[in-house]
């Protein structure tokens, strides 16, 4: 069974920076691109970023371009979303979530699993 | 950006009534369209990728199609179940995009 685990949200202040992390099991993590999509309360999903299985192309919202970088550690089974100069927009449910099998250039697809989310609040 | 105008954006319908939600790209995305369903407090579901191609154990009486940017979610007879708000999303270029969301109701 895919199981997608994040951690590392929490209250932080505006310009401040915060790391989120994902642990993926039930799956062969380095066969699959993976993305971050985050969901503030009562609105719809935004899709953040996206990496290829071997982190070599990757893409990012234009919200967060510049801001957030995404990564990837194969032989620790982790994704990463390094989060600078957080902005009381970025307020959120972050998702970390599993490509499908089929991918185009390398990272883009639909996602066919969902962590259960971990909060980020972005307030003075 | 290719932005994604999801309509319409509440629905209601009567069980058994076939319902279709329809979603237009601003430009061209080829067949790089997927559907989620997502109900309350859970995470979205994926159930059509590729235009129309049924993600494994979605019931058959959801199907999509595509005509040139127009792309069209089906529900064939709709079930108390389907009771959800369904978003499309596009993939074929960054960034990845989804429509805005359709709430599904039943009479």
């Known amino acids: 069974e895919v199981q997608l685990v994040e951690s590392g949200g929490g209250l932080v202040q505006p310009g401040r920076t915060l790391r989120l992390s994902c642990a993926a099991s039930g799956f062969t993590f380095d066969d699959y691109a993976m993305h971050w999509v985050r969901q503030a309360p009562g609105k719809g999903p935004e899709w953040v970023s996206g990496?290829?299985?071997?982190?070599?192309?990757?893409g990012y919202a234009d919200s967060v371009k510049g801001r957030f970088t995404i990564s990837r550690d194969n032989a620790k089974r982790h994704l990463y979303l390094d989060m600078n100069s957080l902005r009381a927009e970025d307020t959120a449910f972050y998702y970390c979530?599993?490509?499908?099998?089929?991918?185009?250039?390398?990272?883009?697809?639909?996602?066919?699993?969902w962590g259960q989310g971990t909060l980020v609040t972005v307030s003075s | 950006d290719i932005q994604m105008t999801q309509s319409p954006s509440s629905l209601s319908a009567s069980v058994g009534d076939r319902v279709s939600i329809t979603c237009r790209a601003s430009q061209g995305v080829f067949n790089y369209l997927a559907w989620y369903q997502q109900k309350p407090g859970k995470v979205p579901k994926l159930l059509i990728y590729?235009?129309?191609t049924l993600q494994s154990g979605v019931p058959s009486r959801f199907s999509g199609s595509r005509s040139g940017t127009d792309f069209t979610l089906t529900i064939s007879s709709l079930q108390p179940e389907d009771v959800a708000t369904y978003y499309c999303q596009k993939y074929n270029s960054a960034p990845i995009t989804f429509g805005q969301g359709t709430r599904l109701e039943i009479k």
């Open positions: 979530a599993k490509a499908t099998p089929l991918v185009y250039l390398g990272w883009l697809s639909p996602i066919d699993h």
């Open positions: 990496i290829s299985w071997d982190s070599g192309t990757l």
């Open positions: 590729g235009a129309s």
